[in-house]
């Protein structure tokens, strides 16, 4: 179990790391990681129950690979550029990071089920959706809030795993697959933004609004 927890704090410091990073490349490349890192955790926690193990390789091969190539390849289509750019500097943004990772580990407490499998990774999980949320929320390009969604809800799929032996399968792979599909959508939603307004700025597009 000591693995298991080293491998769910790895998973925050790519939390924090995706908050931080101001390319696109380096965010995608985190993200990937941090789909690596949770499909370890669901071998970890397998103890020999197969849709434990089945829910880890579909996390490989669909968040962990497929999803990344196409957004590099959505990236390489959309010819924008690769800089994030934020609202907030780096330091603000990273000290709101900080004080939501905290109010996280403070409340996380309250969250954990009774015979929970991994008690220590619901504050993690909580910190993950926060994360992602703030992504969302200081980040100009649609392409970074469509990363920052993700990371979100790869905090919700710790979640069920660290309370509740993990979700049925169907739901986990049917999730899984939502996700794919969200960001298929999401990429032809943007290549018409893009083929419209020539650009991907959210905080442009406001200027739209009557």
Do not use: C
């Not at 015979?115 to 993690?124: C, I, R, T």
């Not at 392409?143 to 739901?171: D, K, R, Y």
């Amino acid at each position: 179990m000591a693995t298991v927890n080293v491998l769910v704090l790895a998973v925050l410091a790519t939390g924090f790391l995706m908050v931080s990073r101001r390319s696109l490349d380096a965010i995608i490349r985190l993200y990937a990681l941090q789909n690596i890192l949770l499909a370890l955790v669901s071998f970890g926690l397998a103890h020999g129950e197969l849709h434990f193990v089945l829910a880890g390789l579909a996390l490989f091969l669909l968040k962990g690979v497929a999803i990344p190539v196409y957004l590099f390849w959505l990236l390489d289509r959309l010819e924008v550029s690769h800089e994030v750019e934020g609202y907030l500097s780096v330091f603000l943004t990273l000290a709101l990071a900080g004080a939501l990772t905290a109010l996280a580990f403070r409340v996380g407490g309250v969250f954990i089920l009774p015979g929970a499998p991994l008690p220590e990774g619901v504050p993690v999980a909580l910190s993950l959706v926060l994360l992602g949320a703030l992504s969302m929320v200081v980040r100009k390009k649609a392409i970074s809030q469509v990363l920052g969604f993700l990371a979100l809800e790869n905090g919700v799929f710790l979640l069920a795993l660290s309370e509740s032996h993990g979700l049925p399968l169907f739901v986990e792979l049917g999730v899984a697959l939502d996700a794919f599909a969200a960001v298929f959508l999401a990429g032809v939603l943007l290549f018409r933004i893009r083929g419209e307004l020539g650009h991907l700025d959210t905080a442009r597009m406001r200027a739209l609004r009557g």
